[in-house]
């Protein structure tokens, strides 16, 4: 019979394949950064977001792939990163071939349940070797393993490894060596005859077709899991495979045997009589120091002490700690910007896209850099010490009602810092559908970027008008306008739109471990990258179309009217001639930069993206948002903060002002409505202040983190998001602007 894997035989690759696969928590990342080194690179698998590793490595004079699969307690394929371990390991990945040999790393403090899914792996013919890791700690506890007694019982060959320390990495070595030659397999469990009679039953409901395309170790899968797919590309219907594991589960039940957990009993009965001989547990029963430490910080009251000192650490390096290198980044862009402009004096038009579109592209992607290599700096130090589990416990009460784990604590709460980093942080939820409300909730988070528009209205409107305390609980209270909107978009969307059914939060506490340097930085730099390669092109892309909106069509007669206006208005005002006034421009840095800003600004309002505020502006209208605040908005989706200097030009204030400068401050008070039924009145009322700030509080005003979100789920989602939050938050300011309007 046929079997729908990929003998070793047919592999096409040019290398040797190892998959590298073990539970959560016994060091599987530690022992592929041991064995790959930097020789390794980081992705996607097709068509899905789990993220897939593979490295290259010397095996004696070979070279050879290890391929990292997700971290897994079994095949049972109930959600993406299960479905990709399983999928991997038949050989069924697009481009993808079976690999020739698995490498299972095991905790040899925990063998009987980690043994689990290595019985499943061996289940599917594949070759094995047995990383036995964390020996050193076994050592500490008095556990004694018969290795010798043990490798016979399994029939595969058995190293016992500290990856952390790189010890035993060689014999490791040498023991792929041999196994990719002799194709050692492990001996699997002997089971019941109800067991091959429900897999008989199965085979007579299903085609000759799908028959010979699917091995019994991948029916038995399907009976065991409940796992369609397998049989859907084999070719059977869903009224086949139906009929099968009724009959399937029909004859276990005959035999004795719950389908619902007959695979479990079994193995876990057949890995108790198998290890139990071989194993000496010493005092591994009795309490540890990490019991004693978890009383503390797992404690409900000392616990979430420590849990919230800790998180302000990480809020504070990735907010204030991030920030001069963001300024050193941000000093070289304008360095090399000054640099390229002077060169590129004489071309107008390729000194813009080189300075304001290209330069301006690559900062605003480089520019996330150290907040990115600061959050995975704590986030694998969390992760690798055993804290993170700790951390998700304690705050598991505080998310579950709104369908969330204690696991989304961190991405969220890294959010507050840049959403771009939030969202790469949800890599550590298991749950798929738990992992994309997070990511959908947290552009809520009232990240840095946002800063800068409250400080400009807030100096601007409410402290001078209300005082300086007033003004500080505004700005306290904007940063928590996105959270009350998001928990109940969290419990909405799980509820009425996943229909996501309330799911027992089970996590296993791992052992208290000290962090491999190598590998903390090994997964800030592959983050980093990641983020570069992929979010960085889409984040370059959206920035040169709108220097493009901002910059086209470039008339010359605009400029004139600019100049003319303007030496005009000098004129009248100095009580002299056109031509007195032009000399005395001639004559003033001060005037002519004056006037290039209000050529600047004469360009921006006949620009395809002024144009489109204009064209838009009606839909702003209820808001009291005139073209100019429109055209702000629109420029910057790049990035929230954009609008300051967007506004500084387009009140002929220049590109240079921030959200602290006087001018841009005097001119948004004086500013007023040229015509309509509101002439004459100030357009920057408090309505209107307040709209913009909820309206940038709630709307995802930010090109890298739409492309972030992309790249984590699919651009379906990304869209979503931006167009949910966009409704949003045009709602919200609509709102805030028709009733404050009644009050101020």
Not at 86 to 103: C, H, M, T, V
Not at 524 to 552: D, H, P, R, S
């Amino acid at each position: 019979m046929s079997s729908i894997l990929k003998s070793p035989t047919e592999n096409a690759q040019s290398l040797k394949s190892i998959a590298l696969i073990g539970n959560p928590n016994t060091g599987k990342s530690t022992l592929f950064n041991c064995l790959t080194g930097l020789r390794q690179r980081v992705g996607n698998y097709p068509g899905v977001t789990v993220q897939r590793k593979i490295g290259r490595t010397h095996i004696g004079s070979d070279e050879v792939e290890i391929i990292d699969l997700p971290g897994t307690y079994s095949l049972a394929a109930t959600s993406p990163d299960e479905r990709v371990v399983i999928d991997s390991l038949q050989g069924e990945i697009e481009n993808l071939d079976r690999p020739d040999l698995a490498l299972c790393i095991v905790d040899a403090t925990n063998l009987q349940r980690n043994l689990f899914l290595a019985y499943q792996v061996g289940q599917l013919g594949l070759p094995m070797v047995l990383a036995l890791n964390y020996w050193d700690s076994a050592k500490r506890k008095r556990i004694k393993v018969d290795l010798e007694e043990l490798q016979n019982r399994l029939g595969i060959p058995i190293v016992p490894i500290s990856a952390s320390r790189a010890e035993g990495v060689t014999e490791l070595k040498e023991a792929i060596r041999n196994a990719l030659e002799t194709q050692p397999k492990l001996q699997t469990p002997d089971y019941p005859d109800a067991v091959s009679e429900s897999v008989a039953k199965a085979r007579s409901a299903l085609s000759e077709k799908s028959n010979q395309l699917l091995s019994d170790s991948t029916v038995l899968r399907g009976i065991f899991d409940g796992d369609t797919q397998p049989f859907l590309k084999a070719g059977a219907d869903h009224t086949e495979i139906k009929e099968a594991f009724s009959l399937s589960k029909k004859t276990l039940y005959k035999g004795g045997l719950n389908p619902a957990n007959a695979e479990a009993v079994l193995l876990y009965r057949h890995i108790k009589d198998t290890v139990d001989p071989c194993v000496d547990p010493g005092n591994a029963g009795l309490p540890a120091g990490s019991e004693s430490i978890d009383g503390l910080l797992t404690h409900k009251f000392w616990g979430l002490i420590a849990f919230l000192a800790l998180m302000y650490l990480v809020f504070q390096s990735v907010y204030s700690w991030a920030g001069p290198f963001m300024d050193l980044i941000d000093a070289g862009k304008s360095m090399i910007q000054d640099k390229v402009s002077v060169f590129l004096e004489s071309w107008p038009m390729l000194q813009s896209l080189a300075t304001d579109g290209m330069i301006e592209g690559v900062g605003a992607v480089v520019i996330f850099l150290p907040q990115i290599l600061i959050l995975f700096f704590f986030i694998a130090l969390l992760e690798d010490t055993g804290y993170m589990s700790r951390a998700a416990f304690l705050m598991d009460k505080l998310f579950s009602w709104c369908g969330l784990s204690g696991k989304s604590f961190v991405p969220l709460l890294s959010s507050y810092a840049c959403a771009i980093p939030g969202v790469m942080a949800t890599r550590t939820i298991q749950d798929p559908k738990a992992r994309l409300v997070t990511i959908l909730v947290a552009p809520f988070m009232s990240c840095s970027a946002r800063l800068p528009v409250y400080v400009l209205m807030i100096g601007a409107f409410i402290e001078p008008k209300y005082g300086a305390a007033t003004a500080g609980a505004v700005l306290f209270g904007m940063h928590f306008v996105g959270l009350l909107v998001a928990m109940p978009f969290a419990y909405l969307m799980n509820k009425y739109i996943l229909k996501t059914p309330p799911q027992p939060f089970l996590l296993e506490l791992p052992s208290y471990q000290v962090p491999k340097v190598r590998d903390v930085f090994m997964r800030m730099y592959n983050q980093g990258k990641e983020f570069v390669v992929n979010a960085g092109t889409v984040i370059f892309f959206i920035t040169i179309i709108i220097w493009g909106l901002l910059y086209f069509p470039r008339d010359e007669s605009v400029a004139e009217a600019a100049q003319t206006q303007f030496v005009s208005e000098l004129a009248t005002s100095n009580g002299t001639s056109v031509g007195v006034a032009f000399e005395l421009i001639e004559g003033s840095e001060e005037l002519q930069a004056e006037l290039d800003h209000a050529i600047s600004s004469a360009y921006i309002e006949q620009s395809w993206m002024g144009r489109m505020g204009k064209a838009i502006q009606p839909v702003f209208d209820a808001a009291g948002f005139d073209w100019k605040i429109t055209v702000g908005v629109i420029a910057s989706f790049p990035a929230r903060e954009v609008i300051i200097s967007t506004l500084g030009i387009i009140y002929s204030l220049g590109g240079d002002v921030d959200e602290e400068t006087g001018s841009l401050r005097d001119s948004l008070v004086n500013q007023t409505w040229t015509s309509g039924p509101k002439a004459g009145q100030p357009i920057f009322t408090i309505p209107v202040v307040v709209g913009i700030m909820v309206f940038f509080a709630l709307c995802q005003q930010c090109g890298a983190t739409l492309a972030i979100i992309a790249q984590e789920t699919s651009w379906r989602w990304a869209v979503i998001s931006f167009a949910f939050m966009t409704l949003l938050a045009w709602i919200a300011s609509i709102l805030i602007y028709q009733v404050g309007t009644g009050f101020f």
